[in-house]
């Protein structure tokens, strides 16, 4: 037993809102996930590290039920996700973003985080056309939600832009706050640095903390940017080939024997 991975008692499984226990996924003869549990302690940020082929995507592919686990549990306070498709993850209070942009790129801005709006309240089609009084209210409450976001994240000047106008660090803005739209209480990021520079990673990670706190979100993040993860997370969770090899505080899991070698290789 390796005491950086099993001494710290934090986080302890009543204070977690996600609860992963012994997920195993498999693709024909292929273990991409064997047997890999952890929690996720409410309102705190989780980074989950490894390398490349580690099972980091595959872990967030099953959060949002895009992959079927081969066996395992996965709770959102206390209550099962896996038996509900993935278009209910947004209602159970998850949202998400992509290391490929999911964003419609001849949308605006506002058009693209009102989408997001529209994916929470799941408003009716036929409704829309009546004009009902309904769905008048959720249009609202959806145009009022993306003004308010476009605000907070500094969007107003390029609130009308199609997004596939817009610079890659913008545009990874826009996806930010169209997750926010989702109004969720778990937020997965999936690779936010990639493509960044190191200015814009320096701003991402004053958001990541800055909108954990003022939203009151609790934070799920696989990165390969080390000083990102390591500088923002109050837990780690390390993978490797599919297994966890190290959780604990990001001092403890940066000295863990097989984290090294999993990133610089085996000692000759």
């Known amino acids: 037993m390796n005491p950086s991975q099993e001494s710290v008692s934090y986080p302890r499984r009543e204070e977690a809102l996600l609860q992963v226990r012994d997920v195993v996924v498999k693709f024909g003869g292929i273990v991409a996930l064997d047997r890999v549990s952890f929690d996720v302690p409410e309102q705190k940020i989780v980074g989950i590290i490894g390398p ?7 872990m967030f592919n099953c959060l949002s039920r895009l992959y079927e686990p081969t066996a395992g549990v996965i709770e959102l306070d206390g209550r099962s996700i896996l038996d509900l498709p993935a278009h209910a993850m947004a209602a159970r209070g ?10 419609f790129p001849s949308a605006t801005v506002f058009e693209n985080i009102r989408i997001g709006c529209h994916t929470r309240e799941h408003s009716n089609l036929l409704a829309d056309v009546l004009g009902l009084r309904h769905s008048m209210r959720v249009n609202r409450a959806a145009t009022a939600t993306a003004h308010e976001l476009i605000a907070y994240l500094r969007l107003d000047d390029v609130a009308q832009r199609k997004v ?4 890659f660090g913008t545009q990874k803005r826009v996806e930010f706050a169209r997750a926010l739209a989702l109004k ?10 990639c493509g960044l520079n ?20 609790t934070v799920l993040l696989v990165e390969h940017h080390m000083g990102l993860v ?16 190290a959780a604990g505080t990001p001092s403890a899991v940066q000295e863990n024997p097989e984290v090294i070698a999993a990133y610089l290789g085996e000692p000759k």
């Open 198 to 217: 190191h200015e814009e990673v320096e701003g991402l990670a004053q958001l990541i903390r800055d909108t954990q706190r003022d939203f009151g979100l």
């Open 52 to 58: 490349n082929g580690a099972g980091k995507t595959t």
């Open 94 to 103: 998850i949202g998400r973003t992509f290391q490929n942009l999911a964003l």
């Open 164 to 167: 596939g106008e817009l610079p």
């Open 230 to 245: 390591m500088g923002i997370s109050d837990w780690i969770v390390a993978l490797n080939f599919g297994r966890k090899i």
């Open 184 to 193: 969720p209480r778990l937020l997965l990021l999936d690779e936010p640095a």
